[in-house]
C-alpha cells in the first residue's frame, strides 16, 4: 500500500511539474480486452466437404441408434459445411420426420429437390413431400 502511495504521489508530482512548463501529462492508454475463448465464438462456415462427412457419418450413427434428435444436429452441422449435400439434406429430412416436425421436414425436403432434382431418390423425397404437405394442410383445417 506503501509503494502504490508514493508511486501515485511521484506521478502526481511529474504531471504538476509538466503543467507548470506547459505541458500535458501522457495519458495512459487502456489495456487491451483479453482475446476471447475461440471455443466461446461461433464458427464461421465456409465450403468444406471434409467436415460435412465427418458430421454426416456421425449424423447416421445416431440415426441408427434412433436417436433422431442427435442426428438432425450433425446432419445440420453437414448441410452447413456443404449446402449442397444432398445425403444429408435426405437425413436431416428422414430426422425431423421422425421427430415429427413435419413444418422443417417440407423445409428440408425442398432444399433436397433444388439442390439434386434428378437424384435417384428424388421420386421418392417427391412422396414423402406430398403426403406431410397433405398431413399439415389437413391438421391446419382441423
Known amino acids: ?10 506521478w502526481l508530482l511529474a504531471a504538476s511539474v509538466m ?3 506547459g505541458q500535458q501529462p501522457q495519458q495512459q492508454e487502456p489495456p487491451e480486452p483479453p482475446e476471447e475463448d475461440e471455443s466461446l465464438q461461433k ?3 465456409s465450403f ?11 449424423g447416421n450413427f445416431y440415426f441408427r441408434k434412433g436417436s433422431y434428435k442427435a442426428a438432425a444436429l450433425r446432419f445440420e452441422e453437414a448441410v452447413r459445411w456443404n449446402p449442397g449435400y444432398a445425403e444429408a439434406l435426405s437425413k436431416l429430412g428422414e430426422s425431423y420426420e421422425k ?3 413435419p413444418e422443417r421436414a417440407i423445409e428440408v425436403y425442398r432444399k433436397f429437390l433444388e439442390v439434386a432434382p434428378d437424384s435417384k431418390d428424388a421420386s421418392d423425397i ?16 382441423k
Not at 1 to 10: D, E, K, P
Not at 49 to 56: D, R, T
Request: net charge positive; hydrophobic share 35%; glycine share 2%.
Open 126 to 141: 417427391r412422396k414423402r413431400l406430398g403426403m406431410l404437405e397433405a398431413k399439415t394442410k389437413q391438421a391446419r383445417q
Open 43 to 45: 464458427p464461421h462456415y
Open 19 to 21: 503543467t507548470a512548463l
Open 48 to 58: 468444406n466437404p471434409i467436415e460435412a462427412e465427418k458430421h454426416y457419418r456421425v
Open 1 to 10: 500500500m506503501a509503494r502504490l502511495q508514493r508511486i501515485l504521489s511521484i
Open 99 to 101: 421427430l415429427h416436425d
